[in-house]
């Protein structure tokens, strides 16, 4: 089933937002497939965020994302890209709207409380990129027929 990758910023961890933000996940029926603390290293920063290496703020992503450990997940459901994008919301936690992660828990554009994959393409590399084969765990959740029919699967 599809994959994607949701990292807990440092803002989440110093806010004490780590289990408003799982909870939400879970609320949702998505299922954890993987979960670790890490501390993002200079060079997988530059990596994850090459799209953004040019832009004047690189510096404060590179601060920011640095400022404690981070929580990487990886998170499996039918069309998971696509739905933990819409729960996380746009960009800049003022613009984003209420209901989403950013909208009710970031007043910030840098501060933004989660990082989450942007499509299909980007969640299989980035998965890829913040855990090992043998870190992701396949096993079913007993809800799973009560999450979704049995067509939609
Ligand atoms: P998203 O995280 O919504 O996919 P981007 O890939 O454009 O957005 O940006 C990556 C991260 O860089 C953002 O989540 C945010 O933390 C930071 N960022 C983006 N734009 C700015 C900005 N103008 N100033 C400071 N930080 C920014």
């Known amino acids: 089933m599809e994959k994607t990758l949701l990292l807990i910023k440092p803002s989440a961890m110093q806010r004490g937002l780590i289990g408003e ?8 029926g998505l299922r954890m497939a993987g979960m670790k603390m890490m501390m993002m290293s200079e060079d997988l920063i530059k990596e994850h965020y090459a799209h953004l290496l040019d ?4 510096p404060k992503i590179k601060n920011s994302m640095t400022a404690t450990p981070l929580i990487a997940c990886c998170i499996e459901g039918v069309g998971v890209v696509d739905v933990v994008r819409k729960l996380t919301g746009a960009t800049n936690g003022r613009e984003a709207l209420p209901g ?6 970031s007043s910030s554009i840098s501060e933004n409380i989660v990082h989450t994959s942007d499509s299909l393409e980007n969640a299989i590399i980035e998965v890829n990129r913040f855990f090992k084969a043998e870190e992701i765990f396949e096993y079913r959740q007993v ?7 049995g067509d939609e699967v």
């Open 21 to 28: 933000v799982i909870s939400r996940l879970e609320k949702k």
């Open 100 to 105: 989403t992660i950013r909208g009710d828990l």
């Open 55 to 58: 832009k004047p703020f690189f």
């Open 143 to 149: 809800a799973h027929s009560f999450i979704y029919a």
